[in-house]
């Protein structure tokens, strides 16, 4: 059984900071890429970042470059979201997402990458406060 299990989330001053652990299982990670999406109520999900598990090559939406980071330990199967300066925009649930390719070109078309994946996590919440 596929399964993405979210960790991490929380409440958080402005400025803070958080780290995501995406823990997951069931399939052959090197053959995905892995990243993260957020969602604010009655908003479509966004593509935040992704990591290829194959090559290591990211991607970073606009908004978070230069204040999120993410990273693999392919050992022990983890996806890592390391969000610094964090901003009250930033409050969303996040969701670790799992697309076979394993690059992370459907996060370059923002406006379809959602319907790209092919397995979710259940999200955690992130609450930034001013």
């Known amino acids: 059984e596929v399964q993405l299990v979210e960790s991490g989330g929380g409440l958080v001053q402005a400025g803070g900071s958080l780290r995501l652990s995406c823990a997951a299982s069931?399939?052959?990670?090197?053959?995905?890429?892995i990243g993260w999406f957020r969602q604010a109520p009655g908003k479509e999900r966004e593509g935040v970042s992704c990591i290829s598990s194959s090559d290591g090559s990211t991607y970073y939406a606009d908004s978070v470059k230069g204040r999120f980071l993410i990273s693999s330990d392919n050992a022990k199967i983890t996806v890592y979201l390391e969000m610094n300066s964090l901003k009250p925009e930033d409050t969303d649930v996040y969701y670790c997402a799992a697309e076979q390719g394993p690059t992370c070109s459907s996060y370059y078309r923002p406006a379809a990458a959602q319907y790209g994946m092919d397995y979710w996590g259940k999200g955690t919440q992130v609450t930034v406060s001013s």
């Open positions: 069931g399939f052959t990670f090197d053959d995905y890429a």
